[in-house]
């Protein structure tokens, strides 16, 4: 599996987890319509969320402007997720990628406003990665 269909199945099983309560392999069964075998970049990913999801998601509430974190929608949570997992813990993806496919999973599970908020508070935390990293 490329990892752009990676990214779009950790996408979908995260959604799904998120949403329903349900635990990654019933998360994995639901969405898996092609029966696809199971992906190690996703479970990557997945691995990476749940690990850390609350320091994930203490990186994504310091970078939004104006918003709450409780205010953003599950399916532009869940790109946030992914995208700040990768910065964060995968070093073999550069930000650029990593913000590119997150602005295209918007273009493809979200809308035009998504797109641009995502891009917005990925380009801030990875300005802030940055920052850290010079010093």
């Not at 996408?11 to 309560?21: A, D, I, N, P, Y």
């Not at 990913?45 to 974190?69: P, Y």
Request: net charge negative.
């Amino acid at each position: 599996m490329k990892r752009r269909q990676s990214r779009e199945m950790a996408l979908q099983v995260l959604f799904q987890m998120m949403l329903s309560g349900t635990d990654r392999k019933t998360a994995w069964e639901a969405v898996n319509e092609q029966d696809l075998p199971e992906d190690p970049f996703v479970d990557r990913l997945l691995d990476g969320i749940s690990g850390h999801e609350k320091e994930i998601d203490q990186w994504i509430g310091r970078h939004l402007v104006n918003w709450s974190f409780d205010r953003i929608g599950n399916i532009d949570k869940a790109i946030l997720r992914l995208a700040v997992c990768e910065l964060l813990y995968f070093d073999d993806v550069p930000d650029t990628v990593t913000i590119s496919e997150a602005v295209e999973l918007c273009r493809k599970f979200s809308d035009e406003k998504s797109r641009k908020f995502v891009n917005g508070v990925l380009s801030s935390i990875t300005r802030e990665l940055l920052d850290k990293a010079e010093r």
